[in-house]
Every structure is written in C-alpha cells, then in structure tokens.
C-alpha cells in the first residue's frame, strides 16, 4: 500500500535554484521518498561559455553540498542528491532527474572534471567514499544508488586521465569492474 508522507521538494526555475524544502505530501515507497521536480524549459538554454549548461548542477548542489560532505564522511547516503552529485550518461536512468542530470557524452564529462567547482568536488566526494572503512557500497549507498555511483565511477574514469580517484573506487567496492551500460553507451556516443 502507498501511503502519503512530507517530501522534500525541489524548485528549478530560470536555471536558479528556487526552493528545498519539505512540501506537500508525496507516496512512499518502502523507505525511500520521492522527491518532486519542476523543471523549467528556459534552463535548458546553453550558453558560448557553458554550452552543456553545467550551472543546473552548480545549482543543483548549491543548498546541498554540505550536508553530502557530512553524509560521507559518516558513511551512509541518507539525502536525495544522487543525480547531480555523482551524474552518470544520460540514457541509464529514466527519471525526470535522471535525464536533467544526466551527462550526454565524454566531452560533457571532461568539462565537468575541468569545471572550476564541480570537477573539484567531483573527487572530493570520490575521496571521502574511497576513505569509508568496514562498509560495503550497498551500506553506505543503498540500492540502486550503488549502482549509479558505479555508472559515474566507469564514465569519469574514461573521461580522464587524471583518474586514480576513479579507478580506486571501482577497484575497492567493484572488484575493478566497470559498468556495463555505461561502456556500451559511450561506444556509441
């Protein structure tokens, strides 16, 4: 049975960050919250300086990148932050935030490495889930979000050279393997 519960809403309007906040009510699903989105078509103007519109995710972290920190640091993901954190290629996800945030190519994801801000915290937040002892990807995680962090982890990883990080975690919590879909994504891309 669905039953009704406070969800946190997020607001996306001429390509700034409006609202998070907890808001009407929303269905639950087991434990995990459904987060609703208004997404605007004026944020998908792109720009000579910006032309895969990297600020939706500058935008997108803005009210929560502290708390993402904290939440690594503790070893467990308890927010709703997944797709503009840790993106992955657009085409794996089907959610309206899952094809907002998703990265449309290599190129995409090579200017979010060498992005002033999200390349930076990019491997940050790599580094603090490198730096979880005496915890599987599944517990700090939760499914599926383990599996997109290993979709972000195969897509980074090829996007740049720089990618010890990267590697490291596929390595640790993935046996070394890379996603599947991910590689066959971007042999077509």
Known sequence: MVS????????VSNCGLLNWSRGARSRTL????LIAIRLSNQCDMKSASDPF???RFVYAQAP?????????????????????VFPQLRGLGS????????????????????????????HECTGLVNQVQGRSIE?????????????SMTLFAR??????DFVALLAKYYGGGEDRRTVALLAVT
């Open 4 to 11: 009704a519960a406070p969800r946190r809403r997020l607001e």
């Open 30 to 33: 087991g434990t995990r919250r």
């Open 53 to 55: 519109d990297l600020k």
């Open 64 to 84: 929560v990148y502290r708390s993402v920190v904290e939440e690594l640091r503790a070893g467990r993901k308890r927010g709703h932050w997944m797709w503009f």
């Open 95 to 122: 959610s309206p935030l899952a094809v907002r945030y998703g990265i449309s190519s290599l190129e995409e994801a090579q200017a979010y490495l060498q992005h002033d801000l999200l390349g930076p915290r990019l």
């Open 139 to 151: 517990e700090i995680f939760g499914p599926p979000d383990d599996l997109k962090l290993c979709s």
């Open 159 to 164: 996007a740049t050279d720089a990618n010890q």
